[in-house]
């Protein structure tokens, strides 16, 4: 997939567009995005599977919000002072 981006596969108007950031990608990268992108790939076409069957897309969305925990960043920080950082 890389190498069809390289090469302008998914920019015919302008082949050498995407040639910076595909080598960025393959020799510098900092954010490991291709070190996970067999698994993100396999997560992706279980995502697109479910998608297929309303049903269960939506029981598995509701179940997702109904256990997710409680969130806020002000929560988060004053957790973080209190307890590592030892600020209150």
């Known amino acids: 997939m890389l190498q069809a981006i ?3 596969t998914f920019s015919p108007d302008d082949p050498s567009r995407y040639a910076g950031l595909i080598e960025g990608l393959l020799n ?3 954010f490991l995005l ?3 992108f067999e ?3 396999a ?3 279980r995502v697109e ?3 297929r069957q309303p049903k ?3 029981r598995s969305a509701i179940h997702n919000t109904a256990r997710m925990g409680w969130f806020s960043s002000d929560r988060t920080i004053g957790e973080y ?3 590592i950082w030892k600020a209150l």
């Open 6 to 8: 390289r090469g302008g």
């Open 28 to 30: 510098y990268d900092r």
């Open 34 to 36: 291709c070190a996970d």
């Open 39 to 41: 698994s993100y790939w």
């Open 43 to 45: 997560a992706q076409m």
């Open 49 to 51: 599977e479910l998608w």
């Open 56 to 58: 269960q897309w939506w």
């Open 81 to 83: 002072a209190k307890d």
